[in-house]
């Protein structure tokens, strides 16, 4: 029988999540004879990967050592977009000043409580489709405990042990955890933690100034806490286009949001005061005191506890475990998709990786690859950042001659009625050419079927919503090459890429 889990606060929202996600008093099956596909990990690859065997009426067993649903249902996407909502409101409140509405001054706050009670309802309430019993009516074998393989055709759970033809790894990955003196003990929170407050922290440190981090610095900030960000690099979002990350930044410290680039904390302290940090940055070193710490300084791959040597399949601890284009690892029956093993770590691209797997597992004949997918992605600050393909930076770097085009989001009309100007709607194409026949380092990057380029879009328009997000990928990639639909909802953004149209001598960028 399954140990029981407790997801703080123990509330009736977490008690509803935790009965579907990881029902107290499950009892494993009994595995009778090999499983055509064994998954271990109930992330949103592996869910995907177990509900469509099922689907074919393939024999499925699905191995959960903590909560279905994974990251994004109970630590991630769906928690911070919650949290987000929230905040957005706050922002949009204290800008209705500028739209004629009238908002007596100070009057905004957020109910923290409040927005943390709707975040467990909202996780609760979507927890449903991610459940034990659900899997277990779809045919799904689900086991809750930790998988390790015993043999490269077999894995062990809760001390029984499951043969399978084909097996997919979808373990996803951990937060990293700093190496700074005092940390451990002065105690701190992740994604893993931070969802489970009730009480707002007034002062608020982040670590790390990727999506994460940004994401969640600007959220508190709104909801009333004082935000200092700490990242080691000169600019925010480092991996995005820098001029889309800088507006963000902009939008971050016009809220109040205390930035300390190219700072380091070198240690940290519990005080009666609060939690003291010391920090170098450049030659000055510097202190500040706050109540909490939240880090978002990257992931690790969940490799270790697999035993993946009884297995022979290839991993390493920063890249987690390797793959082929065909997401098939050094044993020819074990696949790996999602976080574990892809650079683009998004709740969609697991979903299209698990599809491509179940595939090139289940069936014979030609095999699907990776590399011809494109995976776009989004950051949910406010200006929300959407992107695709290589950013303007990255080809300078990799010394790729571009030609870049640039529509400014106040060249639209929509976007002035909305009051919502600020952004840019970018494309970024192999200099002379028409389109750009090489894509990013993960594979070819394509936007529309005649157009291979890289484009890069931030507004206040969500355009995150526009073609990324939970949605599935596969469905942004029909909705893509039909010419539209679901990727340009708005009216602004439906005009942003008919501009740009006009401006770049190229077939149309999304083909009608
Ligand atoms: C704060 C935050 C916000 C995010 N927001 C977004 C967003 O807005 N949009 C987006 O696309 N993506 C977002 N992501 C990323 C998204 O959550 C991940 O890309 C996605 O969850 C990856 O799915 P996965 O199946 O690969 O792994 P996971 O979701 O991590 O699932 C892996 C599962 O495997 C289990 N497991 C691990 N080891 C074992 C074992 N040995 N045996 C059994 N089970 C095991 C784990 O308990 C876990 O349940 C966000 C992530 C975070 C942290």
Redesign the pocket.
Known sequence: MSRTVRILPEDRWNQELVANVHPPGWENPTPSGRYNLVV????????VAAMGAAGLGAKVAL??????????L????V???SLIRSARAIGELRRAKQLGVVVAEGSVRGDFAAVMERVRRVRAAISHHDSAERFQRAGVDVYL????FVAPDMVE?DGQRLRFSRAVI????R?RRPEVPGLEEAGYLT?ETVFSLTGLPSRLAVFGGG??GC??AQAFQRLGAQVVLFHRHGRLLNREDSEAAELVQRALEREGVRLLLTAQPVRVEKTAEGKRIDYTLGARVGRIVVDEILV?VG?RP?VE??NLEAARVCYDLERGVHVNDFLQTTNRRVYA????C?RE??????DVAARIVLQNALFPGPKRRLSRVLIP??I?TDPELAQVGLTEDRAQEEGIPVDVYRVPLEDLDRAQTDGESEGVLKVVLKRGHRSNPRGDAGGPSRWGPDCRGHRSHLSRDRPGEAF???SSLSNAERDLSKGGGRLQPSASDAAAPAMARSLVPMDPLISS
């Open positions: 271990i990990g109930a992330g949103s690859g592996g869910l191995i959960e050592r903590h909560l279905l649903g994974g990251d994004c109970n630590y991630g996407c928690p911070s977009k405990g930790t998988g390790r759970v979808a373990t996803g990955t937060p994604n999506p994460i994401e969640l978002a992931r969940n506890e697999l998709v999602g976080d574990v892809m770590r998004f709740t969609h691209a697991a992605h989004a949910y990324a997000g939970r």
